[in-house]
């Protein structure tokens, strides 16, 4: 298994472009996440999806959009960039195991908006 | 509101040191977890524990359900323990998603 994987691990855009960051796992997982990654917070809940053709918002929503029109893929779109947008992405899948969701992320892509 | 602490913000050790990492959370959970994540490096998850204690190799994770805390240990601490280490929980209300807290810095010097 290849796991959760994330491309690109790094992408430089003007402020205005638009761009998908891409997130695909091969694990079979029913819910998968978006988070961003700023310095001196914790990790913030974009987007998620509890399964094929489920999204919705999490605490950082604005901005950004999702879709999930199959099990294995979640592209995050940045519709218009903007230099609050400049962080680390992570992309996570979690199944539910033995009552509780056991956790994988992504490599996590590095992301400046000039 | 629901809310990760955890302390301290950053830590420095020398190698070999026995190492404490806390975590406190203000509402009932159904699970936490201790992740790792090296400078410039992905999120690894170190342990998933709704209850008791867990070890694998030097690392030992404790929880306290009644004083809603966890303690993160490393035992024997090494250069390539140094990492930010990121303690996130799964409140009862919203058991699907993670809440995180803002991590803690480890540097381990020779």
């Known amino acids: 298994n290849a796991g959760v994987t994330q491309t690109p691990k790094f992408q430089v855009l003007k402020t205005g472009q638009s761009m998908t960051l891409q997130c695909a796992q091969d694990m079979n997982h029913e819910y998968m996440s978006w988070y961003r990654q700023d310095p001196g917070m914790g990790l913030r809940l974009i987007h998620y999806?509890?399964?094929?053709?489920?999204?919705d918002q999490g605490e950082v929503p604005n901005g950004y959009n999702v879709s999930r029109s199959t099990t294995e893929d979640f592209p995050l779109r940045l519709l218009s960039a903007a230099p609050s947008q400049t962080s680390v992405y992570f992309c996570?899948?979690?199944?539910?195991?033995?009552?509780?969701?056991?956790?994988?992320f992504g490599p996590g892509t590095r992301l400046t908006v000039t | 509101k629901n809310e990760v602490e955890q302390s301290p913000q950053n830590l420095t050790a020398q190698e070999g040191e026995f190492i404490t990492i806390n975590c406190s959370y203000s509402v009932g959970i159904s699970a936490l977890h201790w992740l790792q994540q090296h400078p410039g490096g992905g999120i690894v998850s170190l342990f998933m524990?709704?209850?008791g204690k867990k070890k694998h190799g030097r690392l030992i994770a404790t929880i306290n359900i009644q004083e809603k805390h966890s303690s993160l240990h490393i035992t024997a601490s090494h250069p390539r323990d140094s990492a930010v280490y990121i303690c996130?929980?799964?409140?009862?209300?919203?058991?699907?998603?993670?809440?995180f807290g803002t991590g803690t810095r480890l540097q381990v010097t020779l």
């Open positions: 524990l709704s209850s």
């Open positions: 996570a899948s979690s199944y539910r195991g033995q009552g509780t969701y056991e956790q994988y």
């Open positions: 999806s509890v399964g094929a053709g489920i999204t």
């Open positions: 996130a929980v799964r409140f009862l209300a919203t058991a699907s998603k993670l809440t």
